[in-house]
């Protein structure tokens, strides 16, 4: 097994790990912290809730991690989940690409650019 191989394998279990872990430290911080998140519980836990990644950006809640506010854990610990399969595929096309699998680099590629697409670009029509 090369190192590549070996390191995809253990990029699933690694970023799911390191996903619950940052969730759950944001629970922490809101059932410990209330008073540091600008969001009560009742409102994070309404399906109609306002509160998702078009009201909070990527960069506000990097800045919101200092605070303490649990819903910036949150939300990390989400976009780290959402991280973990494009990180997967991307190594998997590095993976095809060093053993010069042409046809395999090439769908991989396709389906990393599907998936950075979906999550990039599209949500600007929406």
Same mark, same amino acid.
């Given at each position: 097994?090369?190192?590549l191989?070996?390191?995809i394998?253990?990029? /699933? *279990? $690694?970023g799911v790990v @390191?996903?619950?872990? $940052?969730i759950? !430290?944001g629970l922490?911080?809101?059932l410990l912290m209330?008073?540091? +998140? *600008?969001?009560?519980?009742?409102i $994070? @836990? +309404?399906?109609? +809730?306002?509160?998702?990644s +078009? &009201? $909070?950006?990527f960069g506000?809640?990097?800045?919101?991690l200092?605070?303490l506010?649990?819903v910036?854990y949150?939300?990390l610990g989400l976009?780290? /989940?959402i991280?973990?399969? &494009? @990180? *997967?595929?991307?190594?998997?096309?590095?993976w095809f690409f060093?053993r *010069?699998?042409?046809?395999?680099?090439?769908?991989t590629?396709i389906?990393l !650019?599907n998936?950075?697409? @979906?999550?990039?670009?599209?949500p600007?029509?929406i």
């Amino acid at each position: 097994m090369t190192d590549l191989e070996y390191i995809i394998g253990n990029t /699933l *279990r $690694i970023g799911v790990v @390191a996903s619950i872990i $940052i969730i759950l !430290t944001g629970l922490a911080l809101l059932l410990l912290m209330p008073s540091a +998140s *600008r969001y009560a519980i009742s409102i $994070i @836990a +309404s399906p109609t +809730s306002k509160l998702n990644s +078009s &009201v $909070i950006g990527f960069g506000a809640m990097l800045n919101g991690l200092e605070s303490l506010d649990g819903v910036y854990y949150i939300m990390l610990g989400l976009a780290v /989940l959402i991280a973990t399969p &494009v @990180a *997967r595929v991307l190594l998997s096309v590095l993976w095809f690409f060093q053993r *010069r699998n042409v046809i395999y680099t090439v769908i991989t590629f396709i389906v990393l !650019t599907n998936i950075l697409v @979906a999550i990039f670009v599209i949500p600007h029509f929406i």
